[in-house]
Structure formats: structure tokens, C-alpha cells
T-cell receptor
Framework: GAGVSQSPSNKVTEKGKDVELRCDPI?????LYWYRQSLGQGLEFLIY????????KSGLPSDRFSAERTGGSVSTLTIQRTQQEDSAVYLC?????????????FGPGTRLTVL | AQSVSQHNHHVILSEAASLELGCNYS??????LFWYVQYPGQHLQLLLK??????LVKGIKGFEAEFIKSKFSFNLRKPSVQWSDTAEYFC?????????????FGGGTRVLVKP
């Protein structure tokens, strides 16, 4: 079946602009995660959604970052007033249950470049 | 705060050589452990995982990992690598009681296998 998809695959924007990144998880997966991977760094947790529970936003680096998940499926990560340090690959993953106990399935990522 | 360390950032070896990648974490409680791999141009995918039981776990493609609780380690091994094992390898840990259901990733190790 279809895997996790993300769009756009690449996004170039100017400093100060807002961007929206989209994630379509695997159908039926209840958990959805966003990570950021900067050059030469590992994956940095940003936020996760589990079913109808309140999201865990503990990894969001500033209030310029927000995310929502509509209808328990598609998720959008929004970065307002982008800064150059926001340049990174943003990865989305979904899981049939809690990440601590289940495999996460990753999307291809969105490469964000802030000029 | 809990953390995950992968001390080798880059490893270069020849085909048929043995591979061992180190992973250490800082946390005294119960953990769930994972190794993920990202082949060139592909998504991150699960290699193996450990939750409980036999501390020596076997994964796909001939990989195995050993959990040594006293050393807070979960090292990845393969007795004889192939050129196709060229990839970036990430250790990930769920510190369930301390950090909920998210995964904390190490910085990754880039492995280059020379033919």
C-alpha cells in the first residue's frame, strides 16, 4: 500500500515568509510525528499526534512553529517568519500505535531552504 | 535530560569486513531501543528493535544488536558487510516513563563500504 507522503519535496523561501509543509500518513495509523534533520545532525523531535489526544508539542523550537492534524489523518507543519536556521529536512512519520512500541514509517521529507 | 550518543560519525570499511556501531544512552529506567537505516535516496526504515527478552536481537539484512543494560548500550553489528550496506545508521531510544511516547535519535553514523 501507499507509504507516508510529504509535500512539497523541496521548498525555497525568503527569510520572514511563512511556509506550510504537508504530511499524508499511512491510512489507519493513529500516531503521526514530525522531526527536523539539520545538516550533519540526527533527527530532532518536533511534535507528535496520537489519536484524539492533545499533541505533544515539547519539541517545537519556538512559537513560530505550529502543527495541526485534521480528521486524524493529514497533518500540516507551519513555520511563521522563517529564519535561516530553519533550513533543514523536515521528516514526517506515522505509526500504527505509540512510537515507543511500534515501528515508525517515514516519509521522504521536505527540504526547506531559507534564503 | 535523556540523550542518545553515537560516537562514530563516519566509518569506512571494505566489503567482507565486520561492522560494529556504538550507541549509548543516558537514562537509568526502562527503555525501548531501535536502529533505523537510511540508504542513499531512500526513506528511513527500521532495521531492528528491542523491547524485552533476549538482549541479542536480529534484524533484517543480517544485522544484529546487543542490549547491555549495565553499559547503557545497544551496539549494532554485522559480521560481513556488503557494498549495499552503505547508508546512514541511526540509533533511537524511547525513554517511556521520562519522555512519553517519542523517540530520541542519535546523531547518526555514515557508513561507506568500499567494493
Amino acid at each position: 500500500g501507499a507509504g507516508v507522503s510529504q509535500s512539497p519535496s523541496n521548498k525555497v523561501t525568503e527569510k520572514g515568509k511563512d511556509v506550510e509543509l504537508r504530511c499524508d500518513p499511512i491510512s489507519g495509523h493513529t500516531a503521526l510525528y514530525w522531526y527536523r534533520q539539520s545538516l550533519g545532525q540526527g533527527l530532532e523531535f518536533l511534535i507528535y499526534f496520537q489519536g484524539n489526544s492533545a499533541p505533544d508539542k515539547s519539541g517545537l523550537p519556538s512559537d513560530r512553529f505550529s502543527a495541526e492534524r485534521t480528521g486524524g489523518s493529514v497533518s500540516t507543519l507551519t513555520i511563521q517568519r522563517t529564519q535561516q536556521e530553519d533550513s533543514a529536512v523536515y521528516l514526517c512519520a506515522s505509526s500504527p500505535g505509540l512510537a515507543g512500541l511500534n515501528e515508525q514509517f517515514f516519509g521522504p521529507g521536505t527540504r526547506l531552504t531559507v534564503l | 535530560a535523556q540523550s542518545v550518543s553515537q560516537h562514530n560519525h563516519h566509518v569506512i570499511l571494505s566489503e567482507a569486513a565486520s561492522l560494529e556501531l556504538g550507541c549509548n544512552y543516558s537514562y537509568g529506567g526502562t527503555v525501548n531501543l531501535f536502529w533505523y537505516v537510511q540508504y542513499p535516496g531512500q526513506h528511513l526504515q527500521l532495521l531492528l528493535k528491542y523491547f524485552s527478552g533476549d538482549p541479542l536481537v536480529k534484524g533484517i539484512k543480517g544485522f544484529e544488536a546487543e542490549f547491555i543494560k549495565s553499559k547503557f548500550s545497544f551496539n549494532l553489528r554485522k559480521p560481513s558487510v556488503q557494498w549495499s550496506d552503505t547508508a546512514e545508521y541511526f540509533c533511537a531510544v524511547n525513554f517511556y516513563k521520562a519522555a512519553g511516547n517519542k523517540l530520541t535519535f542519535g546523531g547518526g553514523t555514515r557508513v561507506l563500504v568500499k567494493p
